[in-house]
């Protein structure tokens, strides 16, 4: 908070900053601005909503604070030569109404399908054997949106925004993560992304190797000017189980994940196609790689960068279940991404915690090697993990409101939810006057 102090123009909006992180990692079952403002102290949520809404800070500035301070203290925190892959996906939330910033009838994977609400397309630092933590974030507006201007002045989206698809947004964010002297050695995504002719091309030409996912149906320039759907390169040239072999992933939420990996050369000598084969269900996987000329190209290291893309999927459950990453009930664009920041640097705080404390931690005994091999006299200790960094800061920093602020804050709410309702009531009476008229 030190470091975001600078962000500020005056000191009343930085302190509820500060509040406001708090908050978002303490244990409230819901995040918004009435439960942090009671968490914090306050007497209302104006504060709350005035740093969201109307305080002046810059958003951007304080994002590109927390995205130094997270990829420092990992890069700290991790063994010398060490994988570090930027990872980029998008994340749902789920909203009612039509008055929000970039909402819409669209695929949420939250929602498991199509439903109400908006999209962010997010970059996360990822570094091997030490952690990860979200170090940049912008919101997918719909180009309908931007072009109504009553739309546009309602949700306060900025008079230069432009419309762009979600391997743009990706380029501005891998752009300002490159400006702040951050590099990966790979970038890593899913089909989104792989699929986006400009994002590949951005990469390609700044020399940034990528561990991209396609679809099947994507087409591949073979050595002598065939080409091939992903699909039809492995029917045609991984038939036999020879040239298939198993390697880890990493580890998962459910233990070590192991496949079936090959990769087939293109024309381009520095790009090739790695595959993933599910062991069992025999289920397949592509990834469109490229590495600059200059940098190894072997297939344990495409392995490993493609593991390295999950745990972006564990950091936005970790900002979503523990810092509620998607519980901002505020309809503008700026509220929305300065929300956003602020959870980000919840969780870079806790991320960089549990890596630091992983080498003093991390001292479990090895697993046995023969069904005889007798249990160890110290099984060790497992590592902290971003949860349980929270869970302890938690116990440390417990509130006790008085009964005076409890009390204040229930009639508080019994009479503003009133209010709602009286509104609510008006504005149905008035639609159906309107309709009867």
Known sequence: MTALAPMFTRIEPRRQAAKYVRAVMSDLPKRNGWTIAEWVGDRSPDATQRLLNRARWDTLGAM????????????????????????????G????????????????????????????????????????ALIGSRQWIPAEQIGDP??????????????????????TLLSEAWSDDIRADFVAGDEVYGACTTLRRFLEAHGQAYVLRVRATFTLTLGGGTCLTCDQAVARHLKQKRKWTIRSAGDGSKGER?????????????????????????????HYCYVPDGQP?????????AGLRW????????????????????????????????VMAALAICAVSAAAARRRTDTQAPPPTHAEQRPPEDPGMIPLTIAEIKRLVNTTATRTPSLEHTAHWSAWRRRHQARARWFHRRARLATAYTQIS
């Open 93 to 132: 939330q789920e909203k009612k109404g039509t008055a929000t910033a970039g909402v819409k009838r669209q695929h949420m994977g939250c929602a498991g399908g199509i439903d109400n609400g908006i999209n962010t397309v997010h970059l996360a630092y990822v570094r091997a054997d030490a952690g990860h």
């Open 150 to 171: 009553v739309t546009a002045i309602t949700t306060g989206l900025p008079l230069e925004l432009a419309f762009a698809t979600k391997g743009e947004l990706a380029i």
């Open 258 to 286: 192991t496949y079936a990996w090959a990769w087939i050369a293109t024309a381009d000598p520095r790009h090739c196609l790695l595959i993933r084969k599910h062991r069992q269900t025999g289920e397949l996987a592509f």
């Open 311 to 342: 745990p972006i999927e564990e950091t936005f459950e970790f900002g979503k279940d523990l810092f509620g990453l998607d519980q901002s009930q505020v309809r503008l664009y700026e509220a929305i991404l300065r929300h956003t920041v602020l």
């Open 297 to 305: 190209a072997t297939l344990p290291r495409l392995v490993a960068a």
């Open 64 to 91: 590109s604070v927390v995205r130094r301070f997270a990829t420092a203290r990992l890069d700290d925190a991790a063994r010398p030569g060490s994988l570090t892959v930027a990872a980029l996906d998008e994340s």
